[in-house]
């Protein structure tokens, strides 16, 4: 049986947060010489530094992880809670900061005598916090401008990512309540965490050194 | 061979040639010859149960349902999801001490697959009133499965303790809630969720700081038996890491050649397991293959009073042998450091 080599594949979210999370990774030293991330390639290599980026949809990159197409991968706080994959989770990035709230418009008042409806892009985190709050709800699964739910009467209030609150404001809601601080997580493989260690722990002190700059 | 030769040697039935099997077949042979050598005998079960047998004890073997189809006499029954609890059910503690292996194909729930999925398992149980040396063949046994489970390939079986993690949550009164989250940040190796606990005002620093030093105390037995024993104050934790020590001795005297380490992210429900837990993983294939440890707990609930510990391994996983593709990903960017 071949034994897999010990370069470190990555799985990076594509997209905005991707760029500054990529940025850190060069920051550690982890860069790969010619790549600005302007062209449309998918994987990019440093095979002196030992590492191999994938860039992959951002809510791909806790599945390429824990199926091990990549040995570690940056997702965000909110898509981890909302896939729960079995992985670890060594780092907070302290990038793409912003709130997983619920929100609703102005004025609104929780009537407890009916079933609250919740517009969401994440049922399984909306689901675990009301029955958390023993609140019956009925999920209304969206995939894109959730804002519009309570506005058009498709649901009472929303649960969603708020990073400044214009969106909001500008549509006439509010926010409610806080359920989760949402951040760029560094996530690992729980066995190629065991059989390239080394390479892991390397990688994770230079990223923390580069933080802490 | 030729196709010839090979299906007469088939038909005298005196050798099968290993080249016609497949990997999982080569591990499962393996490790039943591993298992009849030490004494285990075969546990054979049928593949459904009544229902509610297996509902009673759902947490156990933490799934998100069972396959259940109604009989002819109208009885719910489910599709086995788990060898365990069968073995456990069948012990009686006037029989002594049961030493058994099982190879048998399961019915679980995953997530993963968004669905029910069969999975092929082997391993063995230990039940009655065990002796260290009973404890330690078991782990013996682990450790050995892994290292027949496919030809040449790097392994690594990890050590956890259930009663001594019970027994510094109760030196430091980690209950409820917070020790269900204290449980999952030690399960995801998340210092700096511990970090945000701490500065939320849920937990205290020297709890904190207990939760750091296990999540960062990982590798072989000798660099971390005396960190851990640092953090014990009370005989029950003392004890626990003192049973870890011994055990780790007795498997590197018989030559686990640094393929075991201790790892507190290695966790089982405190309900049921009690005492070592351990998952063992093959270089390559992205989860683990081995699961298992001490399950005194299961054996309380079921009102029988002996000791048990045991493990299986996921035979399914090892179809996953061509392991090299992952690393022929073509990177259009081959380049030096940036």
Redesign the interface.
């Known amino acids: 049986?071949?034994?897999?080599?010990k370069?470190l594949?990555i799985a990076l979210p594509k997209g905005r947060i991707g760029d500054k999370v990529y940025d850190i990774f060069?920051s550690a030293?982890y860069?790969?010489?010619?790549?600005d991330g302007s062209?449309r390639?998918?994987?990019?290599?440093?095979?002196?530094?030992g590492v191999?980026y994938?860039w992959v949809k951002p809510a791909d990159v806790p599945v390429y992880v824990?199926?091990?197409?990549a040995d570690l991968g940056v997702a965000g706080k909110d898509i981890l809670l909302e896939e729960?994959p079995?992985?670890?989770?060594?780092?907070?990035l302290g990038v793409g900061v912003c709130r997983l709230m619920i929100a609703a418009p102005r004025g609104f008042r929780d009537d407890t005598g009916r079933t609250l409806r919740v517009a969401t892009k994440y049922p399984r985190i909306a689901s675990e916090y009301y029955a958390s709050l023993c609140r019956d709800i009925d999920i209304i699964k969206l995939n894109g401008s959730i804002e519009l739910a309570p506005l058009t009467g498709l649901s009472d209030v929303i649960l969603d990512i708020v990073e400044t609150g214009t969106t909001l404001r500008e549509n006439g809601l509010e926010t409610l309540d806080l359920v989760f601080n949402v951040s760029a997580r560094l996530i690992?493989?729980?066995?190629?965490?065991?059989?390239k260690n080394d390479a892991i722990t390397a990688l994770c002190g230079a990223i923390k050194a580069s933080l802490a700059r | 061979m030729t196709l010839k030769n090979e299906t007469e040697t088939i038909k005298n039935a005196k050798t099968i040639p290993t080249n016609i099997l497949y990997p999982e077949e080569k591990a499962a042979l393996a490790m039943r010859s591993l298992y009849i050598e030490r004494g285990y005998r075969r546990f054979k079960l049928g593949t459904f149960e009544d229902y509610d047998f297996y509902a009673k004890y759902k947490e156990f073997f933490a799934t998100g349902g069972v396959l259940t189809f109604n009989g002819n006499d109208g009885r719910l029954l489910a599709l086995k999801p788990d060898v365990t609890l069968s073995v456990v059910k069948n012990y009686s503690h006037d029989d002594g001490l049961l030493k058994v292996y099982y190879a048998e194909n399961i019915f679980r729930y995953s997530r993963r697959a968004g669905g029910f999925r069969e999975i092929q398992q082997t391993g063995v149980e230990c039940i009655g009133d065990l002796s260290p040396a009973d404890i330690s063949e078991v782990i013996m046994l682990a450790e050995a499965s892994l290292s027949v489970a496919l030809d040449g390939c790097n392994y690594s079986l990890c050590l956890s303790h259930m009663g001594l993690l019970t027994a510094l949550f109760d030196e430091l009164a980690i209950k409820g809630d917070v020790a269900q989250t204290a449980l999952t940040l030690l399960g995801g190796k998340n210092l700096h969720g511990v970090e945000e606990l701490y500065k939320n005002g849920t937990i205290s620093v020297e709890v904190r700081d207990t939760l750091a030093a296990l999540i960062t105390t990982f590798g072989p037995p000798t660099s971390v038996i005396p960190k851990v024993m640092a953090l014990c104050h009370s005989e029950a934790s003392l004890s626990a890491v003192r049973e870890l020590e011994e055990i780790c001795s007795a498997l590197d005297k018989d030559g686990s050649n640094g393929h075991l380490s201790i790892d507190f992210s290695v966790i089982s429900d405190m309900n049921y397991y009690n005492g070592i837990v351990m998952r063992g993983y093959l270089d390559g294939i992205p989860e683990g293959v081995l699961s298992g440890g001490r399950y005194d707990g299961l054996l309380e609930r079921m009102g029988k009073r002996a000791g048990a510990i045991g493990f299986a391994v996921r035979l399914d996983l090892l179809e996953r042998t061509d392991i090299s593709s992952k690393n022929n990903t073509h990177a259009v960017n081959n380049s030096a450091g940036g």
Do not use: P
């Open positions: 049986m071949n034994q897999i080599n370069t594949n060069v030293g860069g790969c010489a010619g790549y062209d390639c998918l994987v990019v290599e440093n095979r002196d530094a191999k994938l824990e199926r091990g197409a729960a079995d992985t670890f989770e060594l780092l907070d690992a493989n729980k066995a190629a965490y065991r059989f």
